[in-house]
């Protein structure tokens, strides 16, 4: 019994830990930086606090550093921005990307931390079922407010929505995405 859930958990884990990368790249990549889309290489995730009451109980707290080579003439400053990760709705995990601004033609380190809901995950009632299966799907959800500055004078405030689907099959832990992207200025 107790391998079993250890089984479940890990499996969840690294499920989600794949997913708040995907999430997080997704994000940042629809948002930041046009005309040129932002290089972007995720850093290993660390992890930063699990508050585990029984293997069935427990969250976590990942920092996540995405360093973005932005090929842009223009800086990009935005807000405290949250991400929501919901599993057949249900939010599962949620993301902040504190308030930076990204600097034109430079590599820059963005930093996030995640807070995961993993019981919510493994108690979801279509858990066992989707693990079966080998496909989960999660979709993922932000609003970012920011400003570009281009030639140092130009500024456009811009809000950007971003609302992604993504399966991701777990023995070949390949995740698969389709994003819908507003931005209004
Ligand atoms: C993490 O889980 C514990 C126990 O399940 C709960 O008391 C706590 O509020 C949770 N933390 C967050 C940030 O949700
Ligand atoms: C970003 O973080 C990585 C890993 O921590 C580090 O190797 C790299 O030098 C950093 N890059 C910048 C531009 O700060
Ligand atoms: C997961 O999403 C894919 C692609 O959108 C879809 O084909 C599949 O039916 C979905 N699976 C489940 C279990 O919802
Ligand atoms: C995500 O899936 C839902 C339900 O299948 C669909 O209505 C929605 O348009 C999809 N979103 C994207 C961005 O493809």
Known sequence: MVTRKCLKISCAISVVLLLIIVGVML????TILKPKQPILIPQPVTLLHLHSDSPLE?????GLT???DNRNYGSFTYQDSMLYINYHDTEVANGLLAADTIPARAKHNISTSVVV???????NVNF???VFGGVMNFTSSS???GEAKVLKFIKKKATSYTTCNISIHITQRTPYSVC???LKL
């Open 143 to 145: 609003v970012l407010h």
């Open 117 to 123: 809901f993993g019981d919510r995950l493994v108690t």
């Open 66 to 68: 995405v360093t973005v």
């Open 27 to 30: 994000t940042l990549y629809f």
């Open 58 to 62: 427990f969250n976590l707290t990942l």
């Open 180 to 182: 819908k992207n507003e």
């Open 128 to 130: 066992k079922s989707d």
